[in-house]
């Protein structure tokens, strides 16, 4: 075998034919050693850890010394002065003996006295229990800063010296014409002689508080002053300028200003805040300014001589209406601290976000729910400042909203995508659950027989049901295509006290169990398993939580288990067993493995509160769970605890069509009998050798019929072919509904199903996506983006309901410029260069870095989807799935309305770049990239098809060192390659080689001399006569000319070429 090397120009070639046990030789040595980098990294990573731990510990410790030796100190101090007070109380009090009455009542008053020091010694000694945290750390932080005892004794003194509060007067005030009297506010005056106070009885009271106090006569108060308010007060604050103007906030989102002394004439109102204002305070150092916070999620800055607001802090959002997507990456120290915690920040949610969940094939897609009744559909677009979007100005990733759905009355509280991705389903506390397409996520359908509210949804592996549970005691299982309630299980959750706010279900990644939540067995809180059978019924309970379960999960992961057979006995198959999670009220987790009778693991205090979610990781390793306290706490498994391994993809594909709950072909009703009977049919299958067939070896064609009982969906027949060697082949036949009169048909063509359930059998299947066409972007009410440019944070920000549209444009926070738009945005993006914004009706506009409009208004054909700048570059892609390109510094279009409908079909579009400043690549979600040719004007696929089959591929192209995954594909790919045909893999190789050739000269690529050698000698090892005089007459006059010729000139056969 040769094992030469053509070298030339600082490039290697290798031949055709290669020694593949020497490649996988050397790669083996790569992957130790790659193997032996990791590790060492890991140690060095440990190391670093275990460091600050030990500088953390050593601080610690050095802190502990030195509050111990001034406690030390302090405590020989006072322990001598209780010791002189003890002693002085021990002597005796001298009185004259013959005064007998005298010397009686001196011990009865010493006594008395040492019994009242005692019980006031223990009350003061039990406060001082109940309150030793905070004592002690007021204790170190006086002595570590005054360095004396004194400062802290003064504060122990007051503690003692106050034991609680006494209420002084009680004020009753009566009005029959409400008869609720809340009161939401309670406001002194700066000097304390007035007091105001506010609620929904839309009245402000003014009260005297030295006549309400010293007056102990009245039993029914009444106001100084009384003020009218048109709504209900939810806050006052006084003015400690101004003494007689009071502010308050109301119920209507009004900021209103009164003088006590004038009445119910409002000197000032301020009506800005679109919900309830819930907070007033006017400034203890600017008596013209005051504050107020809404429900509208804006604080406005107020000044009491303008009726407009000063100024807007819109945080758009509360607090637990965010999402958060943070690393998960253990004991991995990166540079960036922000990668290393959290990814994005996502805020367009107008309430609490209550369900997260990413799509369950490549994770590009997160659909969020919240109790704004809105469902957000997220998409990830990389890097936070390639794309404009709306997170927050720290996030590292970038995330678009590919889609809003609306159609839920009320709460939407948790979210399911199917297996297939095909569909996603929400349900909610409206007690409906919708099935949308994720097509284009229009409603597929609204499923509607639950009695109470729907708190929790999972998807059968199989695609057959989808299980839901709700709060009227019951799982209903739902068919899959005819959207009908199958079954409806009640027995184990009829004692539910209905305590859980959740209901999150799961069903097991074989398909065989559902885990359910909030059941009882006997009074006590379980998880009931139902069973894949006829019945449903809960075939175990997992008992031992102290409180309600509200969420369980399913590792993804089915594990292989070994369990011992009697000698003889027959092999039922493999042993499978999976990991279940479950999440209780007693804020603890337990963790369990199918096959066994107690848990694997039990979490105790997670947190401090109920339990809401939980997610494994993909590997099955690592368990994620939050709380209702805000924490997220991440747990893992070691290997070791486990004892099963993961089964292989054949092997899960085996299991599941051995259980008939998965099958390729046409899939019929469920049925287990049917199930059943296909398991013993395999068995038989198992015993019978299956050769390939084979072009000279004529086959002999028999029937073979056996009696089976007589039910429906049930086959009559299998046909069995027998080649001349005498060794017998099974085809396979799908079940088909049989009489029992019926003749056995002849015709392998016939249809197995009715004309309107009949199905084609498909030989090639693409795997399913969201969609592969482009989503429409919907105007927002409110659109904002941000990015960062030379160390500047820029914010492009609209305002899409105002009957205006106002564009404007922060720098660093403050006012930089705004414009006024045609139209409602869409999209935009900003670089150093220009800034571009895409409105409704088709329109684009494009600004200078100044505001300058640089392009008068560019009107497209369809509307915009997306926008992306690169250097002086804009990329404009439309709804009609057309492109284009405009160099904004020469003001010149690049490409024109170039379509890439072509390249949808492969996939979707995952970003486009210009490279080299002059070609558009396309980027696909399956890393397939493509090149626009503008005089072709056509899309021209980096790689062609036959890569995979090419023989004289350097290995160090397809393998990168850095990359462990990429090294055990192309480990594989290796060992797959040595096996195929040699005369495959030659054909192969030329045919990829001519591909990269012509792509090459269509891209301008310099270095496609790189191929031509390549392409030279894979000819003329294999002796290709016309083919070389093809090249001979392609390089001529080329500066590569006599390098090629040399290559060529190795097989004398061509010699005649260079005569």
Not at 92 to 99: K, L
Not at 582 to 587: C, F, L, R, T
Request: net charge negative.
């Amino acid at each position: 075998m040769s094992k030469d090397y053509l070298r030339g120009e600082g490039m290697e070639c290798i031949f055709c034919e290669l020694d593949y046990e020497r490649m996988i030789e050397q790669m083996t040595i790569k992957k130790h050693e790659i193997e032996l980098c990791s590790k060492k990294i890991d140690y060095k990573v440990i190391y670093k850890f275990l460091k600050k731990i030990k500088e953390a510990k050593t601080a610690e410790y050095e802190r502990v010394l030195n509050e111990i030796k001034i406690l030390d100190e302090d405590y020989k101090n006072v322990e001598k002065f209780v010791e002189n007070l003890d002693y002085s109380d021990d002597e005796t009090f001298e009185v004259p003996e013959n005064d007998s009455r005298m010397r009686n009542g001196a011990k009865r008053s010493h006594s008395e006295m040492q019994n009242s020091f005692y019980s006031t010694f223990l009350n003061l000694d039990k406060r001082t229990s109940n309150h030793l945290g905070d004592l002690t750390a007021s204790y170190f932080n006086h002595r570590l800063n005054s360095g004396t005892f004194q400062s802290f004794s003064e504060v122990i003194s007051k503690f003692f010296k106050y034991s609680h509060f006494r209420i002084i007067k009680s004020i009753h005030v009566s009005d029959i014409t409400h008869s609720n009297q809340i009161v939401s506010s309670i406001e002194f005056n700066t000097k304390g002689s007035l007091f105001a106070t506010g609620g929904v009885t839309k009245k402000i009271r003014i009260f005297d508080f030295h006549s309400i106090v010293e007056d102990k006569s009245l039993t029914l108060h009444c106001p100084s002053h009384e003020i009218q308010t048109p709504a209900k007060i939810s806050c006052l604050c006084w003015n400690s300028f101004l003494k007689s103007q009071i502010a308050c906030s109301d119920y209507e989102g009004a900021i209103t200003i009164y003088d006590v002394e004038k009445g119910s004439n409002p000197v000032m109102t301020f009506d800005e805040h679109e919900k309830r204002a819930w907070s007033v305070h006017v400034s203890p150092s600017d008596p013209m300014r005051l504050a107020s916070g809404s429900d509208d999620c804006r604080v406005k800055i107020w000044s009491i001589n303008q009726r407009q607001s000063v100024l807007t802090i819109d945080s758009r959002v509360n607090v637990d209406c965010l999402i958060k997507i943070w690393r998960f990456n253990a004991l991995e120290e990166l540079e960036d601290d922000r990668e290393q915690k959290c990814l994005a920040t996502l805020n367009r949610h107008q309430g609490t976000v209550l369900c997260v969940r990413w799509s369950p094939k490549d994770g590009r897609y997160l659909a969020s729910c919240s109790d704004d009744r809105v469902i957000l559909i997220w998409k990830y677009e990389g890097k936070s400042n390639n794309i404009g979007n709306l997170v927050s100005s720290d996030s590292v990733e970038s995330y678009t909203v590919a889609k809003r759905i609306t159609g839920h009355e009320s709460d939407v509280v948790d979210l399911a995508w199917s297996f297939d991705e095909k569909y996603l389903a929400s349900c909610g506390l409206d007690n409906q659950i919708i099935v949308w397409s994720t097509r284009d996520f229009s409603m597929v359908q609204k499923l509607e027989g639950h009695s109470g509210f729907v708190k929790g949804l999972a998807w059968d592996p199989a695609n057959t049901f989808l299980a839901s549970q709700s709060d009227d005691k019951s799982v209903t299982l739902w068919r899959i295509g005819e959207w009908r309630a199958e079954k409806k299980i009640s027995e184990p959750f009829k004692d539910s006290i209905g305590a859980c706010y959740f209901l999150r279900l799961s069903w097991s990644p074989d398909g065989a169990f559902i885990a359910s939540t909030d059941a009882y067995n006997n009074g006590v809180s379980v998880s009931a398993i139902l069973s894949r059978d006829e019945s449903w019924k809960p075939s175990n309970s997992l008992v031992g939580h102290e409180g309600s379960v509200e969420v369980v999960k399913f590792s993804p992961i089915i594990y292989g288990v070994s369990e011992g057979r009697k000698r003889g006995e027959e092999d039922q198959g493999i042993n499978v067993a999976c990991l279940l999670a479950v999440g209780s009220h007693d804020n603890s987790i337990s963790i369990w493995m199918t096959n066994q009778a107690r848990p694997l693991a039990i979490f105790k205090n997670v947190f401090q509160e109920n339990i809401h979610d939980m997610s494994w990781s993909s590997d099955g390793m690592h368990l994620l769970a939050c709380g209702s306290d805000g924490t997220v706490v991440v747990m893992q498994l070691e290997k070791d605890d486990i004892k099963a391994k993961p089964l292989s993809k054949s092997q899960r594909e085996s299991l599941m069509n051995e259980s008939g709950f998965m099958k390729k072909e046409n899939r019929l009703i469920e049925n287990v009998v049917q199930l059943k009977f296909e398991r013993e049919k395999s068995k038989v299958e198992g015993l019978i050798d299956v050769i390939e067939e084979s072009d000279s070896q004529p086959l002999i064609t028999t029937r073979v019929i056996h009696d089976l009982p007589d039910h429906k969906n049930v086959p009559r027949e299998q046909i069995i072919t027998k080649t001349k060697d005498g060794k017998r082949r099974i085809t396979p036949m799908l079940i088909q509904k049989l009489d029992n009169e019926g003749n056995i048909k002849q015709s392998s063509n016939e249809p197995v199903l009715k004309e309107k359930s009949k199905s084609k059998r498909v030989t090639h299947c693409e795997p399913v996506t969201l969609t592969n066409k482009l989503l429409e972007i919907k105007p927002q009410p409110f659109y904002a983006m941000q990015t960062t440019i030379n160390e500047a944070q820029y914010q492009l920000e609209a305002k899409n309901q105002q009957s205006y549209i106002q564009l404007v444009l922060r720098k660093d926070k403050k006012y930089f410029w705004s414009d006024i738009l045609p139209g409602q945005v869409l999209c935009g993006v900003l670089n150093e260069n220009f800034v571009a914004v895409a409105c409704s009706g088709s329109k684009l506009i494009v600004y200078s870095q100044n505001g300058r409009r640089i392009f008068p208004v560019i009107l497209l054909a369809d509307e915009i989807v997306s926008l992306y700048c690169q250097n002086h570059f804009l990329i404009c892609v439309s709804k009609d799935e057309r492109v284009n390109v405009w160099d904004v510094k020469r003001m010149k279009c690049v490409v024109e309305s170039a379509s890439i409908t072509s390249i949808l079909k492969t996939s979707n579009l995952f970003s486009l770049e210009i490279e080299n400043n002059s070609r558009l690549k396309a980027k696909m979600e399956n890393n397939k990239c493509f090149f626009f040719h503008p005089d072709l004007r056509v899309w021209c696929p980096l790689e062609s098809e036959e890569f995979r089959l090419a023989d004289s591929m350097l290995f160090e192209a397809i393998y990168n060192p850095l990359d462990y995954e990429s090294f055990e594909d192309s480990l594989e790919w290796i060992k797959e390659l040595s096996m195929a045909p040699l005369s495959i893999r030659r054909k192969a190789t030329i045919s990829h080689i001519e591909n990269q050739i012509a792509s090459s000269q269509l891209l301008d690529i310099e270095k496609q001399v790189y191929w031509w050698k390549l392409y030279a000698k894979n000819v003329a090892d294999q002796g290709l006569f016309e083919k070389a005089k093809e090249i001979v007459s392609l390089v001529k006059d080329t500066e590569f000319e006599n390098l090629i010729l040399s290559i060529l000139s190795q097989n004398r056969k061509f010699q005649s070429l260079f005569q």
